[in-house]
């Protein structure tokens, strides 16, 4: 399984930015999936989650009401919708994903990207 992000780069604060990742290869079901980021010098945070259909969705209180997340399932796909960005969202976002690898799986195994750099100047 392979998740690949993309959509990072360089804005202003204010502005916004679309992150995807896609999922790939071989694998029976992508569970939930989430965002996660870590600035320099700081810890992994959890960003976003959402479940398998969307219609459960969670977000750190930092991004509330200027983040949005979203899934394609036909496309294998996941969306990070932000808008009103400011400097302190500069962050590499990393996607993870839940994933069923066989039927007989007892439990979804942990999978993430490499990672897409999001700058905010301010």
């Known amino acids: 399984v392979q998740l690949v992000e993309f959509g990072g780069g360089l804005v202003q604060a204010g502005g916004s930015l679309r992150l995807s990742c896609a999922a790939s290869?071989?694998?029976?079901?992508?569970?939930?999936m989430s965002w996660y980021r870590q600035g320099q010098g700081k810890q992994r945070e959890f960003v976003a989650s959402?479940?398998?259909?969307?219609?459960?969705?969670n977000y750190a209180d930092s991004v509330k009401g200027r983040f949005t997340i979203s899934r394609d399932n036909a496309k294998n796909t996941m969306y990070l919708q932000m808008n009103s960005l400011k400097p302190e969202d500069t962050a590499v976002y990393y996607c993870?994903?839940?994933?069923?690898?066989?039927?007989?799986?007892?439990?979804?195994?942990?999978?993430w990207g490499q990672g897409t750099q999001v700058t905010v100047s301010s």
């Open positions: 993870n994903a839940k994933v069923m690898r066989a039927w007989t799986d007892v439990r979804p195994f942990d999978y």
């Open positions: 290869g071989g694998y029976f079901s992508l569970n939930s």
């Open positions: 959402i479940t398998y259909g969307g219609g459960s969705t």
